[in-house]
């Protein structure tokens, strides 16, 4: 609170009232759009991690676990390798857009123009009913590169995921989504023509760029036109692609509701909704070689129809210059050059910062080595809120390090029994509830024995403790100590190849979500990131309030985890479930174990 809140009505100025204490003591750096508790312990985190990716490796590092020594300096400078390419600024400018012109040469060479497909769509050679299977000129292109797009971290037109079946956790399904971005951030920002304006002009700007910094690829006839000629016209078109495919993508609450997501259909189901796309063909590039699946998971049937009209009778041009401006903004920040200066600039804006303000190098580099490609989805300079499986970079190495300086096994096995302790109040609770039935009742129970804990770091998948096995995970990833652009391809690569393999498997269960360095807000992993890497930072945040709430997907129930009191530590669950509310406060196993050690919460008056 205010220091002065006793003279601020809260009516007039709420804010302040509140939070003047904060703000007296936390600046907001240039680069940073907002500033939190969160922020506070991530901020943290990440001069830890700075530190071990600056030192050199001593072989000082006292290993939780007996590991192999060569492995554990192997996987070392993998990490520090990675971070010395990022850092390297001078090389990263000296190399310009080629490394970006590269990639989209590529998509020029997987999507290359139909001889003659003219001034019409490039659909409209044929009728659907007049399509020779799957794998007709058409759609192979087409699907040659999106699959391509997708295995480097690029989603174009569709999304994919590969994960647990919503109601078969044992087994792994491939999801097709509707795109969450398919330019600007939400489909909302396409109703301002102001921004609208200032965003065409940036797609204009860039593409012209790259395009007379483009030379022929060497593989293409002499005198062959390199990609496309860039003009007023075809941005136009661009972006009323993207409005469309917003407008058609379901609305947030929808893309949560696991009634509405989750919609089995078999490939000759979704043949029919979205022809132009062959997914037996795509599944023939990305998926384990022999999976044929009985049903894929549709987000949104709706979608894949929207989109397939959109296809039939958009311009080959259009779609190519799509393609390529999504790989642009997939990969901005990967390279320096003159030519990508204003979508930077752009991207600032939509942030709310300064056009040209830039962040510490170091900072945009320790997340390069922890997260690879995931700053699309994460906002950037704070902590996540969800760390997509396939977006881990070398994070799991980078945690190996980070619990070796920052977090003990006592920490962990601390951590561990504050949640048998809450696991045992809840089983306590359970049956004392006379209003249940007998057969409710143990059913309850038995769901809360099968919570698996995962606090602090995985043991499995890989297991932090053994560096071997650390070595193993990453077996087949290669990290240059002189590319960072090369490095950011390899990583989107490796997670793409790790994730398709999961198809035809069951489910690991012994998988996490986050990185053991993840600073989380979520209900997955609060008391995960609180009892884990902050456990020795708690003491230096001050903090101004926590609000934490979360609906989650399947079971549709609200947990809300509202205080840290001055006196203490208190834990508030309020959860409704069907028609039934259970109200579980001051969970006194959890505030007993957190006062038992000193000074791991600290009373500020704020």
Not at 234 to 243: M, R
Not at 250 to 270: F, G
Not at 523 to 530: A, D, S, T
């Amino acid at each position: 609170m205010a220091p002065e809140y006793q003279t601020i009505s809260p009516c007039e100025d709420f804010s302040k009232y509140v939070c003047g204490g904060w703000e007296l003591k936390h600046d907001l750096r240039p680069d940073q759009d907002s500033v939190s508790s969160g922020s506070v312990m991530y901020e943290n985190s990440q001069q830890t991690l700075r530190h071990l990716l600056e030192s050199s490796y001593s072989g000082s590092h006292e290993s939780i676990a007996s590991s192999s020594a060569s492995a554990e300096k192997l996987i070392f400078d993998k990490i520090q390798s990675a971070y010395n390419a990022c850092m390297d600024e001078g090389s990263i400018k000296q190399r310009g857009s080629e490394p970006l012109l590269n990639v989209l040469r590529k998509i020029e060479e997987l999507y290359p123009p139909r001889p003659d497909h003219g001034s019409t769509g490039f659909f409209h050679g044929r009728s659907l009913h007049q399509q020779e299977g799957f794998l007709d000129y058409a759609n192979e292109p087409f699907t040659r590169a999106v699959a391509y797009l997708s295995s480097i971290g690029v989603d174009a037109f569709v999304s994919f995921d590969v994960g647990a079946d919503e109601k078969d956790p044992d087994s792994v399904v491939l999801t097709v989504n509707a795109l969450s971005r398919p330019g600007l951030p939400s489909k909302e920002y396409y109703h301002d023509k102001e921004l609208l304006n200032a965003y065409a002009q940036t797609i204009g700007q860039v593409l012209e760029a790259l395009l007379r910094e483009a030379q022929p690829a060497p593989q293409l006839a002499p005198g062959t036109a390199t990609m496309f000629e860039c003009s007023e016209e075809l941005v136009k078109a661009v972006i009323e692609l993207e409005k469309n495919l917003a407008f058609a993508s379901p609305d947030e609450a929808d893309a949560e509701d696991v009634t509405k997501y989750y919609n089995p259909r078999s490939l000759t189901q979704i043949h029919a909704l979205l022809p132009q796309l062959s997914m037996p063909y795509l599944l023939s590039l990305l998926a384990p070689s022999g999976f044929e699946p009985s049903e894929v998971i549709v987000g949104s049937p709706s979608y894949l129809e929207s989109l397939s009209q959109e296809l039939h009778g958009a311009n080959y041009e259009t779609l190519r210059a799509y393609l390529v401006w999504k790989t642009v903004q997939g990969y901005v920040d990967e390279a320096e050059d003159e030519a990508l200066v204003s979508l930077k600039r752009f991207n600032n804006r939509l942030r709310g910062k300064e056009p040209d303000v830039l962040e510490d190098r170091w900072r945009t580099c320790v997340k390069a080595v922890d997260r690879g490609l995931g700053k699309n989805t994460i906002s950037q300079g704070e902590p996540c809120t969800r760390l997509p499986a396939g977006l881990k970079a070398l994070g799991w190495i980078l945690s190996k390090f980070f619990i070796e300086e920052a977090f003990s096994q006592e920490a962990k096995a601390f951590g561990d029994q504050i949640i048998h302790d809450i696991k045992q109040q809840f089983v306590s609770k359970l049956a004392a509830a006379g209003w249940m039935s007998k057969g409710v009742r143990d059913v309850a129970i038995e769901k809360v024995h099968r919570i698996i804990q995962k606090i602090g770091y995985p043991t499995r998948s890989p297991d932090l403790l053994d560096a071997t096995a650390i070595e193993k995970y990453y077996e087949g990833l290669h990290i240059s100590n002189d590319s960072y652009f090369a490095n950011a391809l390899a990583v989107a690569e490796f997670n793409s190849r790790r994730e398709w393999s999961k198809l035809g498997k069951p489910t690991d269960r012994d998988e996490w979500l986050m990185t053991a360095v993840t600073v989380n807000v979520s209900e997955r992993g609060f008391l995960h990131q609180w009892l884990q890497d902050q456990y020795r930072h708690f003491t230096r945040a001050r903090l101004c309030g926590l609000v934490f709430h979360s609906y989650r997907r399947l079971a549709h129930r609200r947990i809300d985890v509202l205080s840290l009191i001055q006196t203490g530590l208190v834990i508030r669950i309020d959860r409704l479930v069907g028609d039934v509310h259970i109200d579980t406060t001051a969970i006194d196993a959890f505030a007993y174990r957190a006062h038992t050690i000193p000074g791991i919460l600290q009373s500020t008056g704020e």
